[in-house]
């Protein structure tokens, strides 16, 4: 996977944490083989490849992925897709290009989450318009976020950090017996603002944050992110940054990027429905939050 | 005059920080005090690196590798300066005292 992963792991034992950190990054290369977009290879690409064709074989990890990603695509009525990729390939955020009306328009028609059909029996996946193609870039993060911690806690580490990328997941308490204290990064850092704007402290959770500053592109006064609207084919203009706390980390990752796209109203519906808390910072750059983690936020900067 | 404002302006943007974290082989071995002056002899696969921290700022000051594009690195105030043939990073954490860890 394309990111920085940091493990946090409380013991008195060196050897214990070797051994638990070194089966947690065999778990990232395996997942990494499973679901890398951009590999041939991967059963991932098959899996496109195989789209309009015939329903194909896939792992259990695949299986309980597209599971969780469908039910956040159910509930948030499709503002979060996995089968954007043929959207997602037509934008360079390197390159800085930006498509075609007609190319998006053509593309959309391949964007549907509901054609995606999993037969748990006989553990396969049909996608049933020729040319789909899911890109698991809006959930992965979180699903390995919660396969390294399964994997560290049966190592026998009580306690620590899981962060793949900016989705974490916190088990355990913190020495003195503490809560984990996360924060949350500032999305519009100069020289005159901290590093994050707020924190919070918890365990056993995990927290997941969407922004539109990880992969962007300026063209005049219109900034072009990556988390795009699954409905529209461009990017959403509603929120600067949004995070979520959820027990599950899979879901966590989901929900970030829907609720991104919804904006706070709609995506704080959607956070009560799954029963999340959430901090969402508006295109105005005003904050909203649910109201179980209202009092609980410390802001450092906003 | 000039000078001066040049220098706080660069203090300005880029938050001092209080902790000098070295990592071995993708492993943190070290965390030292960005304000106590020393050096740190840091073994690595290919032999021994000499990290330098001295009036607030850090460098590589000497290493067994070929290249030497970690000590043509120079003086960091922020940020990180990496040896890759001896896997050595040397990170100065930035001053979000009390944070496990950043989500975004």
């Given amino acids: 996977m394309d990111t920085l992963i940091t493990l946090t792991l409380v013991t008195d034992s060196e050897e214990l944490a070797e051994a638990a950190s070194s089966a947690a990054f065999k778990e990232i290369d395996r997942l990494h083989l499973l679901w890398d977009f951009f590999t041939d290879t991967s059963e991932l690409s098959r899996l496109n490849k195989s789209s309009g064709l015939k329903p194909m074989k896939v792992s259990d990890d695949t299986i309980n992925l597209i599971e969780k990603a469908l039910l956040v695509s159910h509930k948030s009525k499709g503002a979060f897709d996995i089968t954007t990729g043929p959207i997602n390939e037509l934008w360079d955020f390197h390159k800085m290009i930006v498509p075609s009306e007609a190319a998006v328009k053509e593309h959309l028609g391949l964007v549907n989450y509901r054609l995606i059909e999993i037969d748990k029996d006989k553990s396969t996946v049909f996608l049933k318009k020729k040319g789909m193609k899911i890109d698991l870039g809006g959930i992965a993060k979180g699903y390995a976020a919660a396969r390294l911690t399964k994997i560290i806690i049966d190592s026998g580490i009580k306690s620590g950090i899981v962060a793949v990328g900016g989705d974490i997941r916190t088990f355990g308490m913190r020495p003195q017996n503490k809560l984990w204290r996360i924060g949350i990064k500032n999305p519009r850092l100069d020289e005159n603002t901290s590093e994050i704007m707020a924190a919070v402290s918890l365990t056993d959770r995990s927290i997941s944050t969407s922004g539109d500053y990880e992969r962007f592109f300026i063209v005049g006064s219109r900034r072009y992110h990556h988390i795009i609207d699954p409905r529209t084919g461009y990017p959403s203009e509603k929120t600067i940054s949004a995070t979520v706390i959820n027990d599950d980390s899979t879901t966590a990752d989901a929900l970030a990027t829907a609720v991104f796209i919804l904006g706070p109203e709609k995506g704080i519906e959607l956070l009560n429905s799954f029963s999340s808390e959430g901090v969402i910072m508006d295109i105005a750059g005003k904050i909203h939050t649910t109201d179980g983690i209202k009092d609980k936020i410390e802001y450092i900067y906003r | ?104």
Avoid at chain 2, 2 to 12: M, N
Avoid at chain 2, 27 to 41: E, S
Avoid at chain 2, 67 to 81: A, D, E, L, P, T
Avoid at chain 2, 83 to 89: A, D, Q
């Fill in chain 2, 1 to 104: 005059m000039l000078s001066i404002y040049g220098f706080s302006y660069a203090e300005k943007k880029f938050p001092a920080g209080t902790e000098v974290q070295i990592f071995v082989n993708n492993k943190l071995a070290y965390t030292l005090p960005l304000n106590v002056d020393r050096n740190i002899h840091v073994k690595g696969p290919i032999g021994t690196t000499i990290i330098e921290i001295s009036r607030g700022l850090v460098r590589i000051s000497d290493s067994p590798c070929n290249n030497k594009i970690c000590i043509q690195h120079g003086w960091i105030r922020k940020g990180s300066v990496v040896c890759l043939p001896n896997r050595i990073l040397v990170l100065i954490q930035s001053g979000s005292s009390g944070i496990d860890a950043v989500s975004g």
